[in-house]
C-alpha cells in the first residue's frame, strides 16, 4: 500500500500524548478568548449580563449532557469562564490529556454559539465569533478541589464587588474609566461597600446572587425517589449508613448493588444551577454524592483499601 | 485577602503544563466526534456531501484568518478531519499545548455551528450538535511534515476509492451494507477501479478532484504583486536570489528587511483551497513560501548557522 | 558577551521539564541493568546472594542519609530492584522527575560501587561495572501506596518461591536449567512448596525472611525517647491523641509544634532493615508516621480542609 | 494469583512516562552535585584540578563504551558537568526519557566512582560521595546543537577566564576571596588579561588547552583505514561523493551498503580526547560524521526525503 512508508509519522503522536494521573479529580478550565473586546462588540450590560451569564449556564449543561451521567460530578462558572470537575474514576478516553480538553472545549463553543441567538434574539453574533481555551489539571484529594472551587468563588466576589463599584462610578457618577479606576485603588472590601452606600443607594448584600456567588451546576441526586430506580442484582450484604459515619466512610461501605443504584438514580437526576456558597461545608455535607460518593462503577485504580 | 489561603491550587497547573519543542512544526488535527451518527441524523450525501466539505473548508479558512497571517502555514482536510500545520517560528502562547489545541478546536468548532444554515439552509441542526477533538504533535523536518500531508492525502485516496465502490454498489447495485463490505473484502484498488467501471460505467478518475485529493489550504503569496508591499526599512547588502539554489538555501540567504516584505505580502494574500496532488514535489516547489520560508519575525530558535 | 546569542539554546529545556503533580506520593524504582550477566560474571550465589542483598539495602541507606530526613518515608529493596517512597509533601528539586530520578539513581550507583570491596571482598568488580536505570511514578492516596507496596512482595514471594525450587532442582536435584524449567511449568505454589519438601526436605517457611519477604527499610522513630527532643516553640492549643481514632485523623488535629517536635525525633531516629509482611495493616498502624503523618513542615499543597 | 489485584498499580506508570521526540538530537547533561563542597573536602586544586578533569573525561569515555558505537556521537565536558549529544536517529530505550537520563548518570556515577583511586591515588573518597544530577533535552536541527556546544565552550573560557584571574590574585597576590571577588567586580575579559600578565606576568594565552576549551569525545571515524572493513552486501548503484557538496547533502545521497560499511568503521574507532575549538566551522566540517552523516541503520523517522 502506497500509504505505508508515510505512516511512520504516527509514532511522532507519542510524544504529545499525556495520560491523566489516575484517581486524581481532572479540573478542566475554559476561559473566554478576548471576551474584553467581543463584549463590547456586542454591547454587554456592565457589569453583569444577565442574557450572557445565562447562555454561558446553558453551554455548560450542555456538557453535562452530552459527557453523560458519570463523568462531571459539578461544573462552576464566573464571567467567561467555567470549571467542570470530573470525578476521580473518570477514565474518559484512557485520561487522555488534549482529548478531554479539546473535547470539552468543543461542546462549550458549540452550544454557545447555537443558543446565542436564544438568549440574545437581537444582537446577531459578529466576527470574530466567541472562542474558549481550555487546560486540564489533576487535583489528587477533596480538599484540593474544594480550595480550588473555593479560589474561584472568593475571585467572584472579589472581582464582582471591584466591578459593581467600578460601573456605578461610571453609570451613576458620571466618571470616566480612568476615574473610576483611580478612585478604586488601595480600597478594601468595606470601602467598595461604603461607595456603593453612601454614594449611590446600593446595598451589595441585596445584588443578585448569580452575580455574587457565580453559577454551580450539579446532578440533583437527592431529588430522585428511591422508589424509580431498582438495583440490577441481589444485596450482598448491604451495608447499613449511619449517621455517625462521615459521608466518605459511609461510602467506602457500600456494596457493589447499592453503588450501582446509585448510578442509576444520578443518571436520572436533573441537572441544576444555583448560586450558593461552596466555600463552607454545608453545601458538601447536604450533597455528599458530589465529592464523597464513588458512583456507578467501581474505580479500578482507587486501591484495595477502600 | 480571603483569597489567598486558596491560591496555592493554581501551583498544580505547573504539572500539566507542556510547552511544544521550539523550533518544529506543530500538527493540529481536528477529527468530528461520532460524526458517524451524525452523517446519518443530518442526511448526509454518501460518499461525498459536497456541502459539508464545504463547510469544513468554510471553519479551516476561518481558523487561518482567526489566529492571523504567520501562524497556520497550511492546512489539509479530508472528510470529517482537519490538520492545521503551525510554523516553526511559531511562538503562539508561548506554545503552550492545551492552549494551542484547545483554541483551533474552538474556531473550527465555532464557525462550523455558526456556518451550518449556509451550507444546509434545509436541513436544522439537530442535538447532539456536531464537536470536534484536536490533538498537536510537532514534526522536527520538513521531510517530516511532507511525509505526514502525503499520508493524510494517501488515506483519502484510499478511503474514497473504498467509499465510492462501497456506495456505488448499494445505491446503485441495490445491495445491502454487508453485502457491499464482503464482496469489496481483500480487494486491490484495480479491481475496485474495474468494479465502478464494467458494472457501474464509473471511471473514478473522472470523480471529483475534492474528493479524492481532499482540500488543501493556504496563504496565495505568489499572487500578491510585489508592489503591493514596501520594505519599512532600507536594505542591508540583500541577497540576490539565484536560481540554482535550492528554496530553503535561498531563503537563509535572505536579508532581514526582505523577510519583513514577504510577511507583509504574505499577510496581504488570499486564503485558497485547492484540490491538488501535494505528495509529489511540483505543489512545494511552486509554493516555497509555505515550508520553505521563514516570514515575519526570524525564528528566534533557529540557531545562528541559519 | 559572546556567550548570549547561544544562550536561546537554554529555552528549549522547558519542554522537557516535568514537574510532578503536588501532594501526591512520589514512588522511584531503580532497577539493576543487565544484572543476570552482572551476576553472572561475579559469580553471585544462587538463588539468592545474601552478600549482595546486604550491599543492596546499604544502598539504599545511603539514599535516606543523603536525602536528608523528611524526604524518603520508606523503602521497599528485593533482588535488583529498590523502591523509594517521597513523602506527600517533599517539594525537593520542586519536584522536577528528571532531577529527582537521575539524583536517586546516582547516589544508588556511587555507594553500590563504593562498598562493593566491604560486601565482596574477594570479588574484584569488573567492566562494564552495575549500573542502574530509574523510574518515578506519583501515587496520590496511601492506599495506592500500599497496594504497590503490596505488589512487589507479591512479586518477591512469587519470584523467590519460583527461584528457590528452580535451583534446587539443578543444584540438588541435578537437572539442567531447560529441565527444571519444563518441570516447573505449569506449577502452582502449592506444587513447588511439596517439590521442596518432599525431594529436597526444604520446608520453604524457613528460609530466610530476607529472601521470602524483601527488605523493608524506614526510620524508626517509634524508637526515639520522647525526652530527646523539646518543641522549639510553645504549644498553642495541643490536641491530644486519643485511641478512638484512626492514625490519619489523628495526625489532622495535630498543632504545628507538635509537627516540629515529631520532625525533629524523625531526624534523630535511626534507618532501620526489617524484613516483614507490609501487606497486612500491622505493620502500618504500629508505625504510622510512616504514611499517615505529615512531618517536618505543613504540606502546603494538602488544601485547608486537613 | 495474589498478586493480580494489586497491579492496578502499574498503570499508574503511564502519566509519568514521555517518549522524547523522535528524529531530534537528545543531549544529556550531567552535573555534580553539591561539588563546590566536595571540591573543598578532597582538596581539589584551584582553579582546575587536572586529575579531577581527566577522571570525568575517563568516566565520559566510559559512557561511549557501555552505550555502543552509534549512541552518543559526541561529547563536552568542563568543570564538573558533561553533555552526551545522542545521534538523531538513536532508538535506545523507545526514547523514554527517564530511562534515557538515569542510565547515563548511573553510567557516568559508576565509572566516576570506580576509576578514583586511579586519578586520586592519595586522596581517599569520603562521605557524601560524589553524585551527579541529569536532563535530557531535544534539539531539533544541527544549527541548535552547535549553538548548545557553543554556548557551553564560551561559558568554559568566560568561567575558566574568571576563575584563574581570582585564583591567582588569592594564590599569587594574598588577597582573600572577598577581596579578589570585589576586585573583579565589572572588569571585562581584557581586564582580567591585563591583571594576569601585569601583575603576575601569566599570559592567559599559554594557559592549558584543556582548562581554556574544555574537552570533546568523540569516535575519530576519520583515523579508521577504509581496508578495516567490508560491506556486507553488494553495492546498489553507490553515489559517488563530490567535492561541491555539502557534507548533509552528500550523506543524503549514500547507498544504503555505504552506510552499512561507515557504521562498522564507527564502531572499531578509538574514542578520542580532545581540547579543541567547537565554536567554529573548522572542526565540523573536518568530522562530518560526528553530526552530518546517519550511520549504522536508516533513521526510520527521518522521512522519505532524506
Redesign the interface.
Known amino acids: 500500500?502506497?500509504?505505508s512508508?508515510?505512516?511512520?509519522?504516527?509514532?511522532?503522536?507519542?510524544?504529545?500524548?499525556?495520560?491523566?494521573?489516575?484517581?486524581?479529580y481532572i479540573i478542566i478550565r475554559?476561559d473566554g478568548?478576548s471576551f474584553h473586546r467581543f463584549t463590547t462588540t456586542h454591547a454587554f450590560t456592565k457589569p453583569n449580563d444577565i442574557r450572557a451569564l445565562n447562555l454561558m449556564n446553558a453551554a455548560a449543561t450542555?456538557v453535562f449532557h452530552?459527557l453523560g451521567g458519570e463523568v462531571v460530578s459539578i461544573a462552576y462558572g464566573v464571567s467567561d469562564e467555567y470549571s467542570f470537575i470530573l470525578r476521580r474514576e473518570c477514565n474518559l478516553f484512557d485520561r487522555r490529556?488534549?482529548?478531554l480538553?479539546?473535547?470539552v472545549?468543543?461542546?462549550f463553543?458549540?452550544?454557545?454559539?447555537?443558543l446565542w441567538p436564544t438568549y440574545f434574539p437581537s444582537t446577531p453574533?459578529q466576527r470574530?465569533?466567541?472562542?474558549?481555551?481550555?487546560?486540564?489539571?489533576?487535583?489528587?484529594?477533596?480538599?484540593?478541589v474544594?480550595?480550588?472551587l473555593?479560589?474561584r468563588q472568593?475571585?467572584c466576589?472579589?472581582n464582582n464587588l471591584y466591578n459593581t463599584t467600578f460601573w456605578a462610578l461610571i453609570q451613576q457618577g458620571g466618571m470616566t474609566a480612568q476615574e473610576a479606576e483611580k478612585e478604586l485603588m488601595g480600597t478594601l472590601s468595606r470601602d467598595k461597600n461604603e461607595i456603593l452606600y453612601s454614594r449611590f443607594g446600593i446595598n451589595y448584600n441585596n445584588e443578585s446572587e448569580m452575580f455574587k456567588k457565580g453559577s454551580v451546576v450539579y446532578r440533583n441526586y437527592g431529588a430522585v425517589p428511591d422508589s424509580s430506580v431498582q438495583a440490577d442484582d441481589k444485596d450482598e450484604g448491604e451495608v447499613v449508613e449511619s449517621a455517625s459515619k462521615s459521608p466518605a466512610e459511609t461510602q467506602k461501605g457500600k456494596s457493589r448493588s447499592q453503588q450501582k443504584r446509585e448510578a442509576k438514580k444520578l443518571a436520572k437526576a436533573e441537572v441544576v444551577i444555583e448560586h450558593v456558597d461552596i466555600i463552607k461545608d454545608e453545601f458538601w455535607e447536604k450533597r455528599p454524592w458530589i465529592l464523597h460518593w464513588t458512583l456507578g462503577r467501581p474505580n479500578?485504580?482507587?486501591?484495595?483499601?477502600?
Open positions: 500500500m502506497a500509504n512508508k508515510f505512516e511512520y509519522v504516527k509514532h511522532f503522536e507519542l510524544s504529545s500524548t499525556t495520560h491523566l494521573l489516575p484517581n486524581t475554559i478568548r450542555a452530552d490529556e488534549q482529548k480538553v479539546s473535547t472545549v468543543s461542546i463553543t458549540a452550544y454557545y454559539v447555537s453574533l470574530p465569533l466567541p472562542t474558549f481555551d481550555g487546560r486540564a489539571v489533576c487535583y489528587p484529594t477533596i480538599e484540593n474544594r480550595d480550588y473555593s479560589w472568593a475571585d466576589h472579589i479500578e485504580y482507587a486501591g484495595t483499601g477502600q
